[in-house]
C-alpha cells in the first residue's frame, strides 16, 4: 500500500480554520485519498474522500494537488469537538481481489483545538 | 445512521482463557473487520470478511480466528489468551458499491492478566 505522512500534532484556536496536510508521493493512479478522524474512546469515523478533484461535505473540505501527491483536509471552523487524531489513508480504487475495503492507519496528526 | 456495535466496552481475562469478541452490524454490510489499536503502533488489521462464512489474514493473524455464521455478525476469538494481547479491538464494516466509508464500533477494551 501506499504510504502517507503526517505531522505528528497541530494546534488550532476554537471557530478557527484548521489545514491538515498530508504528503503522498507514491500514489498510483487508483487510489482514493480518505480521511477518518478518532475522537477520544471512540471508533474512528470517516470524514471524507476524494480522488481527483475537491470535494466537500457536511464535516469538512478536502483538497487535492493537482499531482495528487498531497492533498489538504480543510475544518472551516474548528470546535473543541474537532479535538481528534485525524487519519490520511490511500485506499485502491478496487481493482478486484479481497483486500478491496482494507484501509492501512498511519499514526495520523493530533489536533489540539483551545478555547 | 449504520450502527455496529460490540459486545463489551471493558473485559478483563486471564492468561490461558479462551476469548470471544462479538460484533454486530444493522446496515446489511458484506465486509467486516477486526483491527487493534495499540498506543505507537496505530491501527492494524488482525482479519476480515468479504462474505458469510469467508475470511482473509489481514495484518498481524497469529494468535486469532474470526468466525462469520451470519452476514450482520463477525467474532474474534482468542484461543488461548496472553498478556501481549492486551489491547483496544474495533469492528468496522462496509458495504459495497462506490461509498467507500468503514463505519466503526466503539470498541473493546480488553486486558488479559
Known amino acids: 500500500d501506499a504510504k502517507t505522512t503526517q505531522p505528528n500534532s497541530m494546534e488550532s484556536n476554537e471557530e478557527e480554520p484548521v489545514h491538515l496536510p498530508c504528503n503522498h508521493s507514491t500514489i498510483s493512479g487508483t487510489d482514493y485519498i480518505h480521511w477518518y478522524r478518532q475522537l477520544p474512546s471512540q471508533g474512528p469515523e470517516y470524514v471524507i474522500h476524494?480522488?481527483?478533484s475537491n470535494v466537500n461535505n457536511r464535516m469538512a473540505s478536502l483538497a487535492i494537488a493537482e499531482d495528487r501527491k498531497s492533498s489538504t483536509l480543510i475544518l472551516h471552523r474548528a470546535t473543541l469537538r474537532d479535538a481528534a487524531v485525524y487519519y490520511c489513508?490511500?485506499?485502491?480504487?478496487?481493482?478486484?481481489?479481497?483486500?478491496?475495503?482494507?484501509?492501512?492507519f498511519g499514526q495520523g496528526t493530533i489536533l489540539t483545538v483551545h478555547p | 445512521d449504520v450502527k455496529v456495535t460490540q459486545s463489551s466496552r471493558y473485559l478483563v481475562k486471564r492468561t490461558g482463557e479462551k476469548v470471544f469478541l462479538e460484533c454486530v452490524q444493522d446496515m446489511d454490510h458484506e465486509n467486516m473487520f477486526w483491527y487493534r489499536q495499540d498506543p505507537g503502533l496505530g491501527l492494524r488489521l488482525i482479519y476480515f470478511?468479504?462474505?458469510?462464512?469467508?475470511?482473509e489474514k489481514g495484518d498481524i493473524p497469529e494468535g486469532y480466528s474470526v468466525s462469520r455464521e451470519k452476514k450482520e455478525r463477525f467474532s474474534l476469538i482468542l484461543e488461548s489468551a496472553s498478556t501481549n494481547q492486551t489491547s483496544m479491538y474495533l469492528c468496522?464494516?462496509?458495504?459495497?458499491?462506490?461509498?467507500?466509508?468503514?463505519?466503526f464500533g466503539p470498541g473493546t477494551r480488553l486486558t488479559v492478566t
Open positions: 468496522a464494516s462496509r458495504g459495497t458499491g462506490p461509498r467507500y466509508e468503514q463505519y
Open positions: 489513508i490511500l485506499r485502491d480504487r478496487g481493482a478486484g481481489g479481497t483486500s478491496y475495503g482494507k484501509l492501512t
Open positions: 470478511s468479504y462474505d458469510v462464512k469467508m475470511k
Open positions: 476524494g480522488l481527483t
